[in-house]
């Protein structure tokens, strides 16, 4: 934890849990001082003035104070409770799918200024994308932010310009792509023409160009297969959260 915590921050509220009968545990994302732990005394009170503030991918400003090992959360004013996603059960689920992703991803304390921004920009257009367009894009761009990105116009194998044959490419575990003639390894997936022309898109950063693409269900449950398999691989542990949004593939 930094030396001096005490003060306001921007952040957006990843997850929370009960900590005893009045207290939560909260996980928040700053924009200063990035993933922090804190708690709010008396959450679970229906005096409480922050309940319906500090809530699961909520925008607030936060006013924290130093603690034993952990900050205090004292105060705090709502920027964007993004309740076209709260009205939208389907998008409720996604975003809070999501933020247990960033949580799983980022260590305590650390300061990226560029995930806050990826995720602060994400709630906000997840209300014009399907949730499987947005569920899609975000894990790529999040992939990308850790380092985790792979070259999609070089074969990983024999370093000649990836051109998809009429079998498509092979993805690897490790997030490589290579000609389906180089001898991929066993693990990874063999991914149609379609199917790695829609991970450029997603590879662009804009969520815009998704908008207008539409994708078959086989496809989508092949990409969504493609991406658990990538996020495995760089966690290291089954993200447990990612079985409650099958049903929106």
């Known amino acids: 934890m930094p030396d001096r915590i005490d003060g306001s921050y921007d952040a957006i509220i990843l997850q929370e849990r009960p900590f005893n009968e009045a207290d939560v545990m909260l ?14 005394r008396g959450l679970k009170k229906g005096t409480s003035r922050l309940r319906g503030i500090v809530a ?36 409720s689920l996604a975003a809070m799918y999501i933020c247990d992703l960033f949580h799983q991803m980022t260590q305590e304390n650390e300061r990226d200024l560029e995930r806050y921004s990826l995720l602060q920009k994400g709630l906000k257009v997840l209300p014009d994308l399907y949730p499987w367009q947005w569920l899609f894009w975000m894990e790529w761009q999040l992939l990308k932010n850790a380092g985790f990105s792979a070259d999609l116009d070089v074969c990983g194998v024999c370093g000649k310009p990836l051109t998809p044959s009429h079998g498509g490419v092979h993805a690897g575990i490790d997030g490589t792509f290579s000609h389906t003639t180089c001898g991929p390894d066993a693990e990874g997936l063999q991914l149609k023409v379609a199917e790695y022309q829609y ?24 990409l969504f297969s493609y991406l658990g398999t990538r996020l495995r691989y ?9 079985e409650s949004i099958k049903g929106l593939i």
């Open 56 to 91: 699961p991918f909520a925008e607030c400003r936060l006013q924290l104070v130093q603690g034993k090992g952990v900050a205090v959360l004292t105060g705090a004013d709502l920027v964007d409770a993004h309740q076209a996603i709260r009205n939208d059960y389907r998008a």
């Open 234 to 242: 760089v966690l290291d542990f089954p993200l447990r959260s990612r």
């Open 27 to 40: 996980t928040a994302l700053t924009a200063d001082i990035g993933h922090q732990t804190l708690i709010a």
């Open 199 to 222: 991970l450029r898109f997603l590879d662009s950063g804009d969520p815009a160009y998704l908008k207008a693409i539409q994708l078959r269900p086989t496809v989508r449950k092949r």
